[in-house]
């Protein structure tokens, strides 16, 4: 074998295993391995559940008017003492009346009475206090009043109601957060009905009764809940 074969075979060998080694030209990118997944492939299980549970049924409240039904109202106020507690209030033996528009649910009005008769804070000496002068002077100002100015949708189920509250003769507005409960024939009644939950938060201060605020808040949170009543509808 002459000494320029014996060469030339070491060096064909070393390109041979070279080209063997190297990566073929169409394998895929390793970065395609780690491509985003598609809009769907992300999608969770939490986003799939929101996308097929069913809309809130809309609830029916036939057009009319509506008397509250005072052993089904209760109007709750609630604060904080000094940050160690948070006693609360009921204002009970509610009037009112409602009148529902369905087809126009802004032309609906609603108007309450709350005597301070019916106020009762679950301690007799505590509500004397609440009657008196340093609170809401009950001798004085016997009753509290709530006169819708605006009713409008907020939703399915929903309703923004603002109107003018008045308490020892000071009037200020106030919007209330509604969640429409129920409608339709009481089961009982056999009348037409309606039910409501209702919240807000006031300052006490606005309406005179403001007393050993900040330390006992000067802010009041309501929490509502309402039943109302039509007449029977004419054979």
Same mark, same amino acid.
């Given at each position: 074998?002459? @000494?320029?074969r014996k060469? #030339?075979?070491?060096?064909?060998?070393?390109?041979?295993?070279? %080209?063997?080694?190297?990566p073929?030209?169409? @394998?895929a990118p390793?970065?395609d391995?780690?491509?985003p997944a598609?809009?769907e492939?992300?999608?969770?299980p939490?986003?799939?559940?929101?996308a097929a /549970?069913? %809309? /809130?049924e809309?609830?029916?409240i036939a057009?009319?008017?509506y008397?509250?039904?005072p052993?089904?109202?209760?109007? #709750? @106020?609630?604060w904080?003492?000094?940050?160690?507690?948070h006693?609360?209030?009921?204002?009970g033996?509610a009037e009112?009346?409602?009148v529902?528009? /369905? *087809?126009d649910?802004t032309?609906?009005? +609603?108007? +309450?009475?709350?005597? #301070?008769s019916?106020?009762?804070?679950?301690t007799a000496?505590?509500? *004397?206090?609440?009657?008196?002068?340093?609170f809401?002077?009950?001798?004085k100002?016997?009753d509290?009043?709530?006169?819708?100015?605006?009713?409008e /949708?907020a939703?399915t189920n929903k309703?923004? +109601?603002? $109107?003018?509250?008045?308490?020892?003769?000071?009037?200020?507005p106030?919007?209330?957060?509604?969640t +429409?409960n129920g409608?339709?024939?009481?089961?009982?009644?056999?009348?037409p009905a309606? $039910?409501?939950?209702?919240t807000?938060? #006031?300052?006490?201060?606005?309406f $005179?009764v403001?007393?050993? %605020?900040?330390?006992?808040s000067?802010?009041?949170?309501?929490r509502?809940?309402?039943?109302?009543?039509?007449e029977?509808?004419a %054979?």
């Amino acid at each position: 074998m002459s @000494a320029t074969r014996k060469l #030339l075979l070491p060096l064909a060998l070393t390109l041979a295993i070279a %080209a063997c080694s190297k990566p073929a030209d169409t @394998a895929a990118p390793a970065a395609d391995a780690a491509a985003p997944a598609t809009t769907e492939q992300a999608a969770t299980p939490a986003a799939d559940a929101a996308a097929a /549970a069913p %809309a /809130a049924e809309a609830i029916q409240i036939a057009s009319g008017t509506y008397k509250l039904d005072p052993s089904h109202t209760d109007v #709750l @106020a609630q604060w904080s003492h000094f940050g160690f507690s948070h006693p609360s209030a009921h204002f009970g033996n509610a009037e009112g009346t409602l009148v529902y528009n /369905a *087809e126009d649910v802004t032309k609906s009005t +609603v108007e +309450v009475k709350l005597p #301070l008769s019916g106020l009762n804070s679950f301690t007799a000496k505590f509500d *004397e206090h609440l009657k008196s002068a340093d609170f809401f002077d009950a001798a004085k100002f016997a009753d509290a009043t709530f006169k819708s100015t605006k009713v409008e /949708a907020a939703g399915t189920n929903k309703l923004t +109601v603002t $109107g003018d509250l008045t308490i020892k003769g000071i009037t200020k507005p106030v919007t209330l957060d509604v969640t +429409v409960n129920g409608g339709g024939e009481h089961p009982m009644a056999k009348v037409p009905a309606a $039910g409501f939950d209702a919240t807000t938060t #006031l300052k006490r201060s606005d309406f $005179g009764v403001g007393a050993y %605020a900040p330390n006992v808040s000067d802010e009041v949170n309501i929490r509502i809940t309402t039943e109302a009543t039509g007449e029977k509808p004419a %054979a």
